[in-house]
């Protein structure tokens, strides 16, 4: 036993010994790396050696080889950023921002056209046109214009007033009276038939309105004579002025019941839109 442990430890020292001899001998070998070199090269390197008297000849770094390079030119890149202050116009509208603005627009548009609605509604009363007073112009040129030299009537339109003017008959009926519907032996008409609003046109054979709608008839005065008509056909209060000029006050509607016994004659002629009543 004690042999073994003596072999044992002869064995590991001669290991520890053969390593540190293997070791000390590369060392010894790198430092003397120049005797390697032939004669002429170890001539060459002494001068440069020479004039680097603290060098560590290990870490003495090898020359660096001479390279021919092309001439290059540095280019930076800069990247600039900035904040640049922009109205709001300019940064453009958001969704929000858009749809409230269309709706403005939008209420605006309606506020408008109410606005317009209401101003064409009240502008013809201030302006002579239909729903204020009319002048007609002279009644005795309308009368000339209404009578015809045989004795008949062709009323006279006034597209202003919407209305007929005819001749007031020698007797006017009795319905009529105290209503300011006749001056200078003139009458305005309402061209609206009282059935259900159609324009009534003037039948110069019949001598009377007739309406094509749904049939209904007046006679010259504008007094009911057949159809579904409920009463005669409006008409509107007159008055003359100083110079005898027929004004038509289109404001003022005058509505009266069928005439019981009519202030002229109806048919003269034949209808033309045919049917006896
Ligand atoms: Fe004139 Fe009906 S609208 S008869």
Redesign the pocket.
Known sequence: MTTAVLIGVVVVALAAAAAAFAVGWRRSARSDWRLNLDAETRAADTPVRASLPDADPELEPEPAPIVEQAASVAVEVVTVQSTVEVSREEAGITRRRFFNRAMGATFGVFLAGLGLDMLAFAWPRVSGGFGSDVNAGSVQDLLAQAINADGSVTPVFIPSARAYLVPRPAVLSVQFEGKNVDAGGVMALYQR?V????R?PWCQPSQGFE?P????KYNGAGEYFA???PRNLDRFVVKLTANDELVISTGSIIQTPRALQPSVKYPQGPSCIGGSR
């Open positions: 038939c059935h259900l609003g159609c009534v309406c709608c749904h049939g209904s159809g579904p008509a």
